[in-house]
Nanobody, 115 residues
Framework: QVQLVESGGGLVQAGGSLRLSCVTS????????MNWYRQAPGKTRELVAT???????RYADFVKGRFTLSRDSANNTVYLQMNSLKPDLTGLYFC?????????WGQGTQVTVSS
């Protein structure tokens, strides 16, 4: 089992920045990738960014150049730095840990970008 706790969401004006955190605990050794997903109002959840065990990162096209995903292994935490935010990036952001057999989710943290 893996437990995930997100934090860092909030209300920000367009052009502003936020940093989301996801603290992991439990069977961390079993995690293959750490991911952030976004669920916009009335839409399905979509992948935003991924970091692998070798710290390779991948980003959805709609956040490239704006978001940076990083890891602090000493504190079992991943960070999503979000810059130049736009209103269409509003949504509930979820941290996800993918293992060979399972997917684990945090409770989500709300990001609201006002115009």
């Amino acid at each position: 089992q893996v437990q995930l706790v997100e934090s860092g969401g909030g209300l920000v004006q367009a052009g502003g920045s936020l940093r989301l955190s996801c603290v992991t605990s439990g069977s961390i050794f079993s995690i293959n990738t750490m991911n952030w997903y976004r669920q916009a109002p009335g839409k399905t959840r979509e992948l935003v960014a991924t970091i692998t065990t070798s710290d390779r990162t991948r980003y959805a096209d709609f956040v490239k150049g704006r978001f940076t995903l990083s890891r602090d292994s000493a504190n079992n935490t991943v960070y999503l730095q979000m810059n130049s935010l736009k209103p269409d990036l509003t949504g509930l952001y979820f941290c996800n840990a993918a293992t060979v057999f399972s997917n684990y989710w945090g409770q989500g943290t709300q990001v609201t970008v006002s115009s």
